[in-house]
T-cell receptor, first 113, second 112 residues
Framework: SQTIHQWPATLVQPVGSPLSLECTVE??????LYWYRQAAGRGLQLLFY??????ISSEVPQNLSASRPQDRQFILSSKKLLLSDSGFYLC????????????FGDGTRLSIL | GENVEQHPSTLSVQEGDSAVIKCTYS??????FPWYKQELGKRPQLIID?????GEKKDQRIAVTLNKTAKHFSLHITETQPEDSAVYFC???????????FGKGTTLSVSS
C-alpha cells in the first residue's frame, strides 16, 4: 500500500534562518506531489505542485521554493524565513489518472520566533 | 480559475441530528469533488468523493450530492456522533485536473 512520510513533525526556527522540509512517498511511482500551508484555524493554501521530476508549479509567489530531485521526494525550502511563514505544512500525493484523490502526510508544524 | 465557496463556517448540532455542509464552485469544467475531515492537529483525511458523472453517493452515514447545473455539492451526515466533530473541507478539481481547490472549511461540533 502507499504511504507518505513528512519530517520533521514540529520545527521551531528563528526569523531569517533557512528551511528544509522533506516529503517522501512509498508504494507508488510517478505521483503528483503537493505542498500546502495551513494557518491556525484556516483553510488549505496550495503552495507548489509537481507532476514529475524537476517539474514544479508555484501557486503563490513568496520566499519559499520547492524541488523534486527524485520521483517520490518533494522538498520545501526557504533561504530566509519570515514570521509569516509560521503554519502547518502538509505534503500530499495523488496518483496519475482521471479524478484521483489526494492523500496527505501528517504535516510539519513550523513556528517562527 | 476555479473558486470554491463553503458554508457554513461553523455548525453546531446535537448528537443524532443531521448536518449538511454546502459548497459551490465556479468552473463548469471541474469534474471531481472530494470531501476531507480534519481533526484537531491531524492531517486531512478523505471521507468521500464524487465525480461529475454521478449525482449522489453514499457511504454509511455520509452522503454527497452534486448538482452540475447549479454548480454546487453538499455533504450530508446523518445520526451525528461526537466523534464527527472536526473541520470538514470540500474541494473541486481545477480546469487542468492537476490541483484541488479547497473551500475554507466548516467546523462541525456535535454535542451529546
Amino acid at each position: 500500500s502507499q504511504t507518505i512520510h513528512q519530517w520533521p513533525a514540529t520545527l521551531v526556527q528563528p526569523v531569517g534562518s533557512p528551511l528544509s522540509l522533506e516529503c517522501t512517498v512509498e508504494g507508488t511511482s510517478n505521483p503528483n506531489l503537493y505542498w500546502y500551508r495551513q494557518a491556525a484555524g484556516r483553510g488549505l493554501q496550495l503552495l507548489f505542485y509537481s507532476v514529475g521530476i524537476g517539474q514544479i508549479s508555484s501557486e503563490v509567489p513568496q520566499n519559499l521554493s520547492a524541488s523534486r530531485p527524485q520521483d517520490r521526494q518533494f522538498i520545501l525550502s526557504s533561504k530566509k524565513l519570515l514570521l509569516s511563514d509560521s503554519g502547518f505544512y502538509l505534503c500530499a500525493w495523488e496518483g496519475k489518472g482521471y479524478s484521483q484523490p489526494q492523500h496527505f502526510g501528517d504535516g510539519t508544524r513550523l513556528s517562527i520566533l | 480559475g476555479e473558486n470554491v465557496e463553503q458554508h457554513p463556517s461553523t455548525l453546531s448540532v446535537q448528537e443524532g441530528d443531521s448536518a449538511v455542509i454546502k459548497c459551490t464552485y465556479s468552473d463548469s469544467a471541474s469534474n471531481y469533488f472530494p470531501w476531507y475531515k480534519q481533526e484537531l492537529g491531524k492531517r486531512p483525511q478523505l471521507i468521500i468523493d464524487i465525480r461529475s458523472n454521478v449525482g449522489e453517493k453514499k457511504d454509511q452515514r455520509i452522503a454527497v450530492t452534486l448538482n452540475k447545473t447549479a454548480k454546487h455539492f453538499s455533504l450530508h451526515i446523518t445520526e451525528t456522533q461526537p466523534e464527527d466533530s472536526a473541520v470538514y473541507f470540500c474541494a473541486a478539481s481545477d480546469q487542468a485536473g492537476t490541483a484541488l481547490i479547497f473551500g475554507k472549511g466548516t467546523t462541525l461540533s456535535v454535542s451529546s
